[in-house]
């Protein structure tokens, strides 16, 4: 088992017809350890599936060095770049890519005759690992979905690679075949502990299966911890977003303390330090904000001012309430199906707060991890 | 956290580096190759021209009938593109809105594109030649036609570009039908529920949505009927039709060739041409090629039009069934004439064309020469399509694209002038041998190698090829293993499309054919120039019947679907 390091990789596309270049990866520096799964986290477009096919050798980065385990597979300054048959990994498709005129036999056995690796057994043992022992003699079109993507794992694992590259492996299932094929490859790297990095936009996978949490942004690493980190203290506002502080609200700094929309937020004071005329947004999660009945003094709350309820819809476990705080913009609260207010019709007015500790502070317009704090009463 | 920090790499992985040279190797050889084949024949004209100089401009000038040919070609390809393009787009609409049970008929319109064109043409001829055309003498039985001839004479001018149209019409059917299934059905229904009559949604939604696929065809037209060849050949020479295209001819079959000559009346075509393939290719770019055809179609985009079979089924009686009966039933004749007596009929006419000399030779040329025409076009389009698809080489792939499609947009008659005159001479003379007929056969067909494949790798998609690449397999294993087994649909129905194409090509083998070097299209010619009716006929039937059994293969091995509509 080997680990994995990236030196300063690069790769931009560059721009078409007027549009800017695009930076795939950014001076990416990222150090994997043997045995960890690395999950890299972000939206379409932010570079993650760039970085894991540089490593499979299926992109050819712009820039930097890649080494696999102690040996150099990629680095620009001396023009090598091994091709992926000869980096010893296994990939893992959200397409699944298994080839439909090979039996699942013949696809689980494929990198063994690929590499010449005469293992009798080890197609058994993969299969028996995903519970696919059945499925051997049938053809790929003659599965359902989460049956294809467990013979897909067993294909990317059965020659033992050092690296296992797993491109949103969960993306096609539908959602409760996700949490079970989920389940399963947490088991899996358990049992085996292979070295794999994971790609996804999902935030809940990410937290499930990573070891480290790596949330990119433009080819850059925005913040990189455990799934506990970056769950609850997320370093930017971006970050923040991805992992469920989905509500925002724009305040400014006074002599006494914060205030939004003129009007002074009763409770709040950070330690959101610096230029404290340009003002911060706080970023909190929707089960978190507090519906009061009007006029309710929010007692060891932060105040967050009146609202308007604009609309209600259930959710089952939860109701979500659309609601307009004056001035404020339009936040979403979930409530519990059993709160008082949860039954408010559009219309209502409201008041609203939320307790002191589950406010992020951002320092308005930068995004570098020194600017943030949590707010404290 | 690795072994490695700061250590030089281990000195094992310099030698692993990527774009070994044999794969750059392989470049080069590929596109010299297609180079060569694609460009030298043009090239080797322009050299004429340069070598002819005013001498050859003179002779390309001199002699009557410059100008008419010029006029005759725009009167022909105007003419033609209009009655294709209303037959082709009409019968698309039809084909889209057909009855349950009817819609095997949306086949019908393709016949014509099927059926070898110097068959259906001479067809023509033995229905409506001025006197003993059987369909004329039909016609003479009206009230108030009567005479001794006429009332259609298909030697002239207006009948070949009817008959021309008639034959482009297939083509925009095909295209126009394409795009028409291919039209996201939401959007004709939601014209329908906003209260759209369905023939104002097709006026107003459907055609304005197809324009891309409308300019298309027409430029497809465009470019055949300005090359078009074999219709006026075949009906035109007699009474003194001429078009560029059978002047180019003209020139070349002449004793001494002036190819001089022979290229400069054909640089207009091949001007035009090459600014077609290049504007098709700015015009539709990368569009075209990353469009996913879903295979769901606009099939109940509205309600099925009762009587849609009846035109289509009229068209293919017209285009393709009473044609071949006039061939059939000269071919049972003794002789021809208007009258048909069933009593005469006799198989003698198959025994004397095989007695004649060569012409067994010829369908034997036509058929070896067609299969490795098919299967070098084959090689070489299945390496330009990866080179194309795969865009290691960006400005190469962009090169090779537009090479390969040069054979599509040059008519065929002036690549046919290049190829004598080119392979007539050093550095590799080929004129005489078989070998100059698989070669101009492998080269017209590149076009058609190289998109049906491409086509084919597009819908593969990379991930089966990536997923091959880390399980630790080479390129090579990787296209034997994967690629070639996953795209042997597409594969063989590019092999049967291009038998097809090729047990028909008519134009480039009548240039480049030689007294030892027939095939079946310039055999049957011969017999035509003769007057050897019954056994044209015959030789056409015998034609059709190959072509026949090549679509056949070719519905079987792309899966029922028509190859004609993967293109």
Known sequence: MTGVRLDAVSKIYPGRRGRPPVAAMDGLDLDIAPGELLVLLGPSGCGKSTTLRSLAGLETPDSGRIVQGDRVVFDSAQRLDVPPERRNIGMVFQSYALWPHKTVRANIGYPLTARKLRKPGWVEEAAALVDCSELLDRYPAQLSGGQQQRVGLARGIVARPDLVLLDEPLSNLDARLRDQVRTQLHELHRRLGFTGVYVTHDQVEALALGDRVAVMRAGRIEQLGTPEDVFSSPATEYVADFVGFTERLDVTRTTGGWEAAGRPLVGLTTVCSGEPDKGATLRFRNDDVRVLPRGTDPDGLVGLGYATVLDRSFLGRSVELTLDVVDGGVLRAHLAPGDGLA????????????????????????TSASSTSRAAS | ????????????????????????????VLVALLGYLVLVPLIQLLVAVAEGGAAAAGNAVAGRGLGSAIVTTVVLTLGSLAIAMVLGVGMAALSVRLPRGWRWTAVLPILPVVAPAVASVTGWAFLFSPRSGYANALLRMVPFVGGDSGPVDVYTAPWIVVITGITLSSFV????????????????????????????AFLRIQLPLLRPVLVYAAGISLLLGLGQFTVPLLLGTASGVEVLATRIYRFTADTPADYAAAALVGSPLLVLGIALVLLQRLALGDQTRFVAHSGKGAWRTSRPVRWAPVPLLVFALVAVVLPLAALVVVALSPFYSARIQPSMFTLANFTRLFRTPFVLDAVMTSLMASIAGALLALVLGYLAATVIHERRWPRTARMLDVLVNLPLGVPAVVYGAGFLYAYSRPPVVLYGTDAVIVVVYLTLMLPYATRSLLGARIALGDDYLAASRVAGAGPLRTHLQIVVPLMRAAIGGAVALMFVLLTHEFTASLLVRSGTTQVMGTKLFDL???????????????????????????MAASGGSNPLERL
């Open chain 2, 173 to 200: 059917y095909v295209f126009v039908r394409t795009g028409m299934l291919n039209l996201d059905r939401g959007l004709l229904e939601a014209a329908q529920v906003a209260g759209l009559s369905p023939g104002r």
């Open chain 2, 528 to 554: 035509w120039s003769n007057g050897s009716y019954p056994q044209v006929a015959a030789m056409a039937l015998v034609m059709t019947g190959i072509t026949a059994a090549g679509v056949v293969v070719a």
């Open chain 2, 1 to 28: 956290m690795t072994a490695v920090d700061t250590a030089p790499p281990a000195p094992v992985a310099i030698r692993e580096r990527r774009r070994p040279r044999s794969a750059t190797l392989g470049l080069v």
């Open chain 1, 343 to 366: 039954s408010a019709a559009a219309g209502d007015l409201v008041t609203v707060a939320i307790a002191a500790d589950r406010v992020l502070a951002f320092g308005r317009g930068r």
